[in-house]
């Protein structure tokens, strides 16, 4: 246990040696102790030094009964109080205790065990009380983000919906043109607008929902340029960014946390800002450490991929510094901020062997640098994705397709038509499952989104598994966060459609499931 530090406010400097004696010689000797003889200046002293406890003497001159306790706590409504006093009044100690006091004595009677049960049993309580308001605060925290990231999951899901016709249709238009022609270059970004836009919604759903680590060998550099155009939407116009990206090695990482680290120190600087006027820098290089404390971080002796977040705001003390990764530790209020930015920065390079450090001073801004360790081989290379590949895969099956949205029914009937398949689509469970039971061998596939008025697709595809038990389905849905490995999905969806997704990934998730399909039909014969 760290020492106490007490203050004492006490008329008679007699009086007060006298308890300093009774701490000193107590059994226990973890006790610190100021004394002071003026109430003015105890009182500078409690707003300029940390204390756990104030022994308030409530005989002072000008300060007599109970206005000194007011005066405290008003002044310092953090320190608990015990008063002090010569007078057995019963009245006076029930009053002291309503306005805060945690404790009574009479001085005639103070003796070691009184003295210090007091004083233990204040500090303790006073802890606990502060232990509460932190796990309230952080409960707060997790139901404020728990909702957050409900209404982001529905948003992005819809938005998902209406980037996936964009795409769709305008991939069909770009096969239909020559490359001579001069509308190939608007429809080529148009798609690329639209891959963004999923970027920036998966990023969304990172933020807002953060899942478990999972790594990939990638280009750093790639991601940190694509996670800034981010930044730059986000922040104000009078926010200044200065970047310095160069080419580096690869990195064992999870994108989604590298996009996370990134944003994160981009908002803790803009919002080190005043009057969200300044300046970020941010640099990415690669470099050869030998052995050696870097910035009070120890570095081994290998390639670091470095990132640098560096701002001109108004920095931070050394007691800050010692506190900012702490969770839910905040300089800001709790509307503009939670506390779990830089902790959760903090914890990601920690999971990734990464190191982080931190320099800064108060009006001369911080600098925050992520070392991340370069991996030499090349293998479980994250791909990147070549839009301009039209190498698409074709069939000449039955598909049956269900969504309640009529812009992507129609859009998966032509894109699926002009692949070579033959398609019926619905709109209407009911009218779909109706179709099915009429001639269940009639199709080799279907594809149907999760989320629908009259019945989820998870559910459909259970009954059409209940009609045949051998049909394959696709789950078409909106939200990131489905997953085959689900128990409760698992047994009836053999793949799954995140939208949006393009022509050559939705032709590849079909080729692969139906030729699946074929392979274990032939194999049970």
């Known amino acids: 246990m760290k020492n106490i530090k007490i203050i004492i406010i006490e008329n008679s400097i007699k009086q007060a040696m006298i308890i300093r004696e009774i701490l000193q010689d107590s059994k226990r000797k973890e006790f610190e102790i100021d004394i002071f003889e003026n109430f003015e200046n105890g009182l500078k002293s409690l707003s300029t030094n940390e204390y756990d406890i104030l022994l308030l003497d409530m005989d002072i001159p000008d300060y007599q009964g109970l206005k000194s306790l007011d005066i405290v706590q008003t002044k310092a409504p953090q320190i608990p109080v015990i008063v002090l006093t010569e007078y057995d009044d019963e009245n006076i100690s029930i009053k002291a205790v309503r306005k805060g006091a945690q404790d009574y004595l009479i001085k005639s009677q103070m003796n070691e065990h009184a003295l210090t049960k007091s004083i233990y049993y204040a500090v303790e309580r006073k802890r606990a009380e502060e232990e509460r308001e932190r796990l309230q605060l952080q409960l707060r925290h997790a139901h404020k983000y728990q909702a957050v990231g409900t209404l982001v999951r529905g948003i992005t899901h819809d938005f998902n919906n209406v980037l996936f016709p964009i795409m769709g249709y305008a991939e069909m238009a770009l096969d239909g043109l020559k490359d001579t022609n001069i509308n190939r270059q608007y429809i080529e970004k148009i798609i690329e607008a639209v891959t963004r836009a999923r970027i920036r919604v998966q990023q969304l759903l990172t933020f807002s929902n953060p899942a478990e680590v999972e790594k990939k060998v990638i280009h750093i550099h790639h991601l940190v340029e694509e996670t800034l155009k981010l930044v730059r939407s986000t922040l104000p116009s009078s926010i200044d960014i200065h970047q310095n990206i160069k080419e580096c090695g690869y990195v064992d990482a999870d994108s989604n946390k590298i996009n996370q680290i990134v944003m994160n120190l981009c908002i803790n600087a803009w919002q080190a800002m005043s009057n969200d006027r300044g300046i ?207 128990d409760n999905i698992k047994p009836y969806i053999k793949e799954l459609i995140i939208k949006p997704l393009n022509i050559k990934e939705l032709a590849e998730k079909i080729r692969k499931t139906l030729d699946t399909s074929k392979k274990i039909s032939s194999e049970s014969e």
Do not use: W
Not at 431 to 448: G, S
Not at 473 to 479: D, M, N, P, R
């Open 280 to 486: 970020i820098s941010v640099d990415l290089y690669e470099k050869n450490f030998e052995y050696e404390i870097c910035e009070d971080i120890e570095l081994e002796s290998k390639k670091y991929v470095v990132l640098t977040v560096k701002d001109n705001g108004q920095g931070m003390d050394s007691h800050v510094m010692e506190r900012i990764f702490d969770p839910y530790f905040t300089t800001k209020t709790y509307e503009q901020s939670s506390g779990l930015g830089l902790s959760v920065v903090h914890g990601i390079v920690t999971s990734h062997e990464g190191k982080i450090s931190v320099i800064s001073e108060p009006g001369k801004g911080s600098e925050f640098k992520i070392f991340l360790p370069v991996v030499e081989y090349i293998n479980n290379i994250e791909p990147i994705n070549n839009y301009a590949d039209r190498s698409i895969q074709t069939g000449q099956e039955r598909v049956l397709v269900v969504d309640d949205e009529e812009l992507i029914v129609e859009m998966l009937e032509q894109m699926l038509q002009g692949l070579g398949y033959e398609v019926l689509g619905y709109m209407s469970v009911s009218e779909a499952l109706k179709k099915f039971q009429m001639n269940p061998k009639y199709f080799d596939l279907v594809i149907t989104d999760l989320t629908m008025p009259e019945m989820s697709g998870l559910d459909l595809a259970k009954e059409l598994l209940q009609i045949r038990s051998d049909i394959p389905v696709i789950l078409s849905t909106g939200f990131t966060d489905i997953s085959l490995e689900d």
